[in-house]
Nanobody
Framework: QVQLVESGGGLVQAGGSLRLDCAAS????????MGWYRQAPGKQREFVAT???????EYADSVKGRFTISRDNAKNTVYLQMNSLKPEDTAVYYC?????????WGQGTQVTVSS
C-alpha cells in the first residue's frame, strides 16, 4: 500500500500564497490520478484539483485561476500552488492517489487563511 505524505500547510493572510507538496512512498508505474481535496469544519470533504499521470488537470470552480496543480513523476510528488488565498479556503487539505482501482489518502495538512 502506497503512503502519501503532505507538507506545506500553515497560516497565511488573505491574498497570500502557499504551496502544498505530497510525496508518494514508491513509484506508480500505471496510469494514475493524484489530487487534492479539502474539508472545512462542519462540511463534507470536497474536490479541489486533480492531475493525471499524463498531465491532464481538473479544478473546482472555486479555485480556478488561483490554484495550480502540478506533478513531478520522477519524484512521485504532486504540488498545489495556492495564490490569492481567501478565508473560505481554510480547511484541512488531503492528498489523494488513485491507481488501478485503489485509493490512498494522506494524513491531511491544515491551511488557515486569516482575513
Amino acid at each position: 500500500q502506497v503512503q502519501l505524505v503532505e507538507s506545506g500547510g500553515g497560516l497565511v493572510q488573505a491574498g497570500g500564497s502557499l504551496r502544498l507538496d505530497c510525496a508518494a512512498s514508491r513509484n506508480i508505474f500505471s496510469y494514475n490520478v493524484m489530487g487534492w481535496y479539502r474539508q472545512a469544519p462542519g462540511k463534507q470533504r470536497e474536490f479541489v484539483a486533480t492531475i493525471t499521470s499524463v498531465g491532464i488537470t481538473e479544478y473546482a470552480d472555486s479555485v480556478k485561476g488561483r490554484f495550480t496543480i502540478s506533478r513531478d513523476n520522477a519524484k512521485n510528488t504532486v504540488y498545489l500552488q495556492m495564490n490569492s488565498l481567501k478565508p473560505e479556503d481554510t480547511a484541512v487539505y488531503y492528498c489523494n492517489l488513485w491507481a488501478s482501482g485503489n485509493n490512498a489518502w494522506g494524513q491531511g495538512t491544515q491551511v488557515t487563511v486569516s482575513s
